[in-house]
């Protein structure tokens, strides 16, 4: 979307809950937790990891005026950057089952279909 350079926190859904766990059972992990992988991506580095989860080719970007017309305001959120690191969980101990954007996507490719 846009240039693509824009920074993308992710997470998959077995460390949320993961991370939800570890907070409500710690009292060191008090405080909020961003719940976000250590391993921010880029959204063109996102978009090329989840056509090959999905094997389907990524050939075109959109560009960022065609995205506003089609999703109006929406395409502004689509297009910000959040490099977001979940320094908080990480404190607490927590230990990421999917740290890897490739991985996390493999195993919810496999677990949709």
């Not at 060191?28 to 063109?44: C, D, E, F, Q, R």
């Not at 689509?78 to 690191?85: C, G, H, Y």
């Given at each position: 979307l846009g240039s693509g350079r824009q920074w993308m926190p992710w997470i998959h859904i077995d460390d949320v809950v993961g991370i939800m766990?570890?907070?409500a059972g710690q009292e060191?992990?008090?405080?909020?937790?961003?719940?976000?992988?250590?391993?921010?991506?880029?959204?063109?580095e996102f978009t090329k990891a989840l056509g090959k989860a999905l094997s389907r080719p990524t050939l075109f970007p959109m560009p960022a005026t065609a995205l506003k017309i089609v999703v109006g305001e929406f395409g502004g959120i689509?297009?910000?950057?959040?490099?977001?690191?979940p320094a908080a969980a990480q404190r607490a101990g927590y230990v990421f089952r999917y740290p890897l954007l490739a991985d996390a996507l493999r195993d919810a490719v496999r677990g949709a279909s």
């Open positions: 766990l570890q907070g060191k992990a008090a405080g909020p937790m961003n719940a976000v992988s250590p391993n921010p991506a880029t959204n063109l689509l297009l910000s950057s959040q490099r977001a690191f």
